[in-house]
């Protein structure tokens, strides 16, 4: 059989909403960090499957540049966390609510 | 030309904000009063040498200066234009030369004055807006200098804004000149609603296409009505005429240089500037002509007789100009247009003089004032602390209730050794404004009344009737302010410890003024000749016979030159004798004198004095109801319910905020599930939409 | 059939490791099943003849993202989350939320996407998408937005760094 490009895509489908899950449920801001990796791998996926389906370079330059993103908001984002972590000692986000109003 | 108009029209307005913008952020520029006045005199000598110059080269060629588009919407485009002819080369000339003088003059008056910087600017400022009233070539740009004129009014009645007598007249002044403005600017929706009707192309309101021969020709009888009682309701607002003259008096609150010019010599001429300006289109309704008439001589007869009953030096002069005004309006209701303007010259002359010179005599009485303070003859003005056991302070006898008063001619008297030249250039205005020839005011005043015979004798019979009233007025002219005279200058002082006390003359830059508008007082006449003495400069200058822009009625009758002749000396002889009665009465008995004409006129002395009660009247029908209304209806209205609804809105919208901010819990997964629950929200309708 | 076969093991791994992540109480192991999920996509990027792609997965995702994570939940000394009694109705609404997420996608995918193409067949797709063309793709019409992801990445080190310091907060 061939592979449908439709495969691939439900792929995508299922590791992105493992992501969503993952942001929804879990209380650690790791975790939960690491799951928006995941998401944007999820899209990835998609996006070279795509350029394969239409032999177009451009999605697979589109998650050259998404992974570039990723790695900045990686460095950025741990660094809140230590940050955060040294104010209030935890990382849990149910106990981190300073946007209350 | 351009250039030129630039030079008449700025440096007021740019020395207004330098000195108002510098006196305001650097305090320490307000001392340097010599350079704030300097400045600002200059900045009023220039357009008025500016003036002159072409004023000499000038040949009866109107010309048009355009600067940029004011306004443009529809049909109407306003350019911000100006009209350089006869009438407003006249008028600028006067503005800018008697204002010249007042400035020079204000620099001695105001000295020492906390408000100094601020009084020259407000001063420039007013005679930037008063250049723009009479030097522009459309309705709106005049009406802009007409509303600038109004509010440098405001600020100036109220200059000493600390007493709240003050404020209120300058409030007064305010609010009874924004009725006649309400009527200029209908008076204007009304023109171009008409003239856009059947004229083509974008129109401005401008005096070129408006006073032209087709559309005068256009507009209808009706209309010519409407809109020439209506500019006529403006003019009375601004130059003080029944029914919206009261605010004149009072505005004498400010200082008098302000008294001098713009409630004497300019501002309150503008009604007749606009009436002169607008001539041909008046000359067409002579129902509008016969109100003018009649309302200008009932306000001349009424001011005069109300001018003989003050005691306060600048309430005569105040009602005196009034009359004079009055005058004035007599003279355009029989078409004299040029006669009027030529009134408004010669007026400026000896009223700013006298106005002027009241203000030096005021300038010394206040020294004098202070002088008794001092020995503790007079109360003074804070309230001192004194020992209650002491005895009370013994304080001089005054001839009336109250503390001193420096404007009251009551405690004046005599004054003419003090200040020479005051005395002599008051006194020369003073036989110039009665009408002795051959000053100033005869000529101008005589033909005034000449031509209303002249109109009365073309078949005119209500023209007989205001020149009756004139005639009357003219005596009373004469009397009222030879009383204000002789009250002043002559007789015995009568202010306390006379003998040690002495006023002085005032500084150089007051007395200089005074003394060319004297000088001027006396010439001005020339310019406007009776016919049977020789050539009316005036009427060859302005007169449409002679291709100037002041129309006048055709006169199929001449008067005969004996009968010319005969009023003329009638006329000489009827202000000599009013002169000769006040110099019985006064100059013989000084205060006494009032009394007397007390015993002799009775109740009418009464009305006089208590100005006719129209304060009074307007307070009881106006005021009252307006105010009483508004405490009983509105205030309720406003509280309950205004209030109310703005306040419970507020109430509302704090209350849901209350509920709604629970929602904000600040846990962030919260927000992340809303978010996905858009994102399925989302995805579903494009599945099934 | 190869391919068919090797989509399938990766597929299923790269879902194991993601309920992997999603389940583990300790962070740690969170984060090692999640490298076993990047190793798997990246396996299918070089099924996909994204080979650079790949490459750089491995490289940065499994190399460099994943060594900081687990650096940062080490030097936090994370513990696992204790074990909460029984589902709150919050973790309830998510739970049905994501899979009724993940229904309308597989939906939308059978409806609307069943007419998609196949994928081009490994030889063809090579030459379009072959590492000369991305190269060549990426510093010639895309060398402004390369620029400005360098850029990006300094700009985020600073942050971090500023962010990370002592007296920051």
């Given amino acids: 059989m061939d592979l449908a490009l439709n495969w691939y895509l439900s792929l995508s489908a299922v590791l992105f909403t493992i992501g969503v899950l993952g942001v929804l449920l879990r209380r650690n801001a790791i975790v939960i960090f690491l799951s928006i990796e995941l998401m944007l ?29 990723a790695a900045a908001e990686a460095a950025v984002g741990l660094a809140i966390v230590i940050a955060l972590f040294r104010n209030k000692l935890t990382v849990n986000v149910n106990e981190i609510n300073l946007f209350r109003g | 030309m351009e250039l030129l108009v630039q030079l008449i029209l700025l440096p007021p307005l740019l020395v207004a904000a330098f000195n108002g913008m510098m006196g305001l952020f650097a305090p320490g520029y307000r001392t340097n009063e010599w350079l704030i006045g300097g400045l600002a005199t200059a900045a009023v000598a220039l357009p008025f040498v500016v003036t002159v110059s072409i004023f000499l080269g000038f040949h009866h060629e109107p010309e048009i200066v355009r600067y940029f588009t004011w306004m443009a919407a529809g049909d109407l485009t306003v350019d911000f234009a100006y009209r350089i002819d006869q009438l407003s080369l006249i008028m600028t000339l006067i503005v800018t030369g008697v204002g010249a003088l007042i400035h020079l003059y204000s620099i001695g008056y105001m000295k020492g004055d906390p408000g100094y ?19 522009a070539e459309n309705l709106p740009v005049l009406f802009l200098g007409w509303e600038g004129v109004g509010l440098c009014s405001y600020l100036l ?3 000493w804004y600390t007493d709240l007598k003050n404020s209120a007249a300058a409030n007064k002044a305010f609010i009874v000149n924004r009725i006649g403005d309400f009527a200029f600017l209908l008076a204007m929706f009304i023109l171009f609603q008409a003239v856009t009707g059947f004229f083509d192309g974008p129109f401005g309101l401008d005096f070129t296409t408006l006073l032209s021969a087709d559309t005068l020709g256009a507009l209808g009888n009706g209309t010519l009505l409407a809109v020439a009682l209506l500019f006529f309701i403006g003019a009375t607002g601004k130059s003080a005429q029944i029914p919206l003259f009261v605010w004149l008096p009072d505005a004498m609150a400010g200082p008098t240089p302000v008294s001098a010019l713009i409630h004497a010599a300019t501002m309150v001429t503008s009604g007749l500037y606009l009436l002169a300006r607008l001539s041909p289109m008046i000359l067409l309704a002579p129902t509008a002509m016969v109100v003018i008439a009649i309302v200008g001589a009932l306000t001349a007869i009424m001011a005069a007789t109300i001018a003989i009953t003050q005691n306060d030096i600048k309430r005569v002069l105040a009602y005196s100009t009034v ?43 206040h020294d004098v004032e202070h002088e008794l303070e001092h020995k503790g003859l007079v109360p003074g003005h804070g309230g001192e602390h004194r020992d209650e056991h002491a005895a009370p302070p013994r304080y001089a006898d005054l001839p009336y209730e109250g503390g001193f008063d420096a404007q009251d001619m009551r405690t004046m008297g005599g004054l003419r050794k003090y200040m020479p030249i005051t005395a002599i250039t008051f006194g020369i205005a003073t036989i110039a404004i009665a009408g002795i020839p051959p000053l100033a005011g005869f000529f101008s005043k005589d033909e005034i009344l000449f031509k209303a015979f002249e109109y009365g004798y073309n078949g005119h019979p209500y023209a007989y009737f205001v020149w009756i009233i004139g005639i009357v007025t003219a005596i009373l002219t004469a009397i009222y302010m030879t009383r204000a005279y002789l009250l002043t200058f002559e007789g015995r002082e009568r202010w306390p410890d006379a003998m040690d006390t002495k006023p002085h003359e005032s500084p150089w830059t007051m007395w200089v003024p005074l003394a060319v508008l004297a000088f001027f007082s006396v010439i001005g006449g020339f310019f406007g000749l009776p016919a049977v003495l020789g050539e009316s400069w005036i009427h060859h200058w302005l007169g449409s016979e002679y291709g100037g822009p002041v129309a006048e009625p055709l006169h199929e009758l001449h008067v005969s030159h004996s009968l010319e002749w005969g009023l003329l000396i009638f ?15 006064w100059g013989r008995r000084g205060l006494e004198a009032d009394a007397s004409l007390k015993r002799r006129l009775g109740f009418l002395y009464g009305i006089f004095s208590t100005k006719y009660k129209v304060d009074e009247f307007y307070d009881a029908t106006v005021v009252k109801p307006i105010v009483e209304g508004s405490r009983r209806g509105l205030a309720p209205f406003d509280q309950n319910w205004v209030d109310g609804t703005v306040n419970g809105v507020a109430t509302l919208v704090r209350g849901i905020a209350g509920r709604l901010r629970g929602i904000q819990t600040g846990v962030v997964q919260n927000y992340a599930l809303a978010v996905v629950l858009g994102v399925a929200v989302v995805i579903a309708l494009m599945i099934f939409v | 059939m190869l391919e068919p076969f090797l989509f399938f093991l990766f597929a299923v791994l790269a879902v194991v490791g993601a309920l992997g992540m999603l389940i583990s109480r300790n962070p740690v192991q969170s984060a090692l099943w999640m490298v076993m999920t990047l190793f798997a996509v990246a396996c299918l990027y070089l099924t996909l003849n994204a080979q650079f792609i790949g490459v750089v997965q491995i490289l940065v995702y499994a190399g460099a993202i994943m060594v900081l994570f687990l650096f940062v939940i080490m030097l936090l000394n994370l513990e696992a989350t204790p074990r909460l009694g029984g589902l709150d109705w919050k973790k309830g609404v998510a739970f049905v939320l994501g899979v009724a997420v993940l229904a309308q996608l597989l939906v939308i995918l059978s409806l609307r996407l069943n007419a998609a193409p196949t994928l081009l067949p490994a030889a063809e797709a090579a030459d379009a998408t072959s590492v000369e063309n991305l190269g060549l793709a990426l510093l010639t019409e895309h060398a402004f937005s390369l620029e400005i992801i360098g850029v990006l990445l300094l700009a985020a080190t600073i942050g971090a760094v500023l962010l990370a310091k002592k007296r920051f907060v």
Avoid at chain 1, 41 to 69: E, H, K, P, T, Y
Avoid at chain 2, 356 to 361: D, E, N, T
């Fill in chain 1, 41 to 69: 791998n999820a899209v990835n996926l998609s996006l070279v499957a795509f350029s394969q389906a239409f032999g177009d370079v451009d999605g697979q330059i589109l998650v050259f540049f998404v992974m570039s993103v």
């Fill in chain 2, 117 to 135: 910087w601020r009084f020259f600017a407000y001063l420039n400022l007013f005679i930037f807006a008063m250049l723009n009233l009479v030097l």
């Fill in chain 2, 157 to 159: 009645i109220g200059f």
């Fill in chain 2, 323 to 365: 009359s004079q005004l009055g005058y004035m309006f007599l003279a355009a209701g029989v078409g004299a247009f040029f006669v009027a303007i030529f009134h408004v010259m010669t007026h400026a002359f000896f009223k700013a003089c006298l106005f002027l010179g009241s203000g030096s005599v005021i300038h010394a009485m």
């Fill in chain 2, 571 to 585: 006329g000489a002889l009827w202000a000599a004798l009013g002169v000769f009665y006040a110099w019985t009465q």
